[in-house]
């Protein structure tokens, strides 16, 4: 398995302003992943976070808005930029294990923007 | 296009008695599917994951069955507790190659009442 841990847990942020969201994982793994989860739906597919690459956005996700740092194979950074209320939403970090061909999720970091 | 469609969208149960969850995917080419539990606030955890030889599997009270033919999945779920209450989502991965792609279900939002 994979324990995943993610920080902050939740936060409230003012309209315009930057939140990092840090992601930690207790193995060393290839792939991480960054998902949002509005409310009442279910999750989306932000970026492919590899190690010594750059992040691959998905459609409709862009670096500029959503930049993705991932230093080494344990851990990630998201920054959810420039923010509005529509970025309103519970952020998810994941890693797959494809030897056990399971994939982890965080506990997930729940942003109010104001 | 991929997709997973997931019913009921809501279900409201008394403890105790079972449920079933249905999954339809048109998803290809099929590598595995997965169920997952999620609490309010919470990531997804895994309940089961299921390739295309396997049939059934069972993680305690949870039951899931999976029929690549009429690609279907069921997840049943025997002797309910309120504990149960949560979201439960269905994954499907497709395996192009090289890579896997995952697509999501909507979710069905279980409520255990007393």
């Known amino acids: 398995s994979a324990v995943i841990s993610q920080k902050p847990s939740r936060d409230i942020c003012q309209r315009g302003t930057s939140l990092t969201i840090q992601c930690q994982v207790d193995s060393q793994v290839t792939m991480m992943f960054w998902y949002r989860q509005q409310p009442g739906q279910s999750l989306t597919l932000i970026a492919t976070?590899?190690?010594?690459?750059?992040?691959?956005?998905e459609s409709g996700f862009v670096i500029d808005k959503f930049p993705i740092s991932r230093p080494n194979l344990t851990f990630s950074t998201l920054t959810v930029s420039n923010m509005s209320p529509e970025d309103s939403s519970i952020y998810l970090c994941?890693?797959?294990?494809?030897?056990?061909?399971?994939?982890?999720f965080g506990p997930g970091t729940r942003l109010t923007v104001l | 296009k991929n997709q997973v469609e997931q019913s009921p969208q809501s279900l409201i149960i008394l403890e105790g008695k079972n449920c079933t969850l249905q999954c339809n995917y048109t998803v290809s080419p099929f590598s595995n599917l997965r169920w997952y539990k999620q609490d309010t606030g919470r990531g997804p955890v895994s309940l089961t994951i299921?390739?295309?030889?396997?049939n059934t599997k069972s993680n305690g009270r949870y039951t899931a069955t999976l029929d690549a033919d009429t690609k279907q999945s069921s997840l049943h779920i025997t002797a309910s507790q309120l504990s149960d209450s949560a979201s439960y989502i269905c994954v499907v991965s497709a395996d192009p190659g090289g890579y896997q792609k995952v697509t999501f279900g909507t979710g069905t939002k279980l409520q255990v009442i007393p």
């Open positions: 976070a590899n190690q010594g690459s750059e992040a691959t956005y």
């Open positions: 994941s890693v797959e294990k494809r030897i056990h061909n399971e994939q982890f």
């Open positions: 299921m390739t295309f030889s396997e």
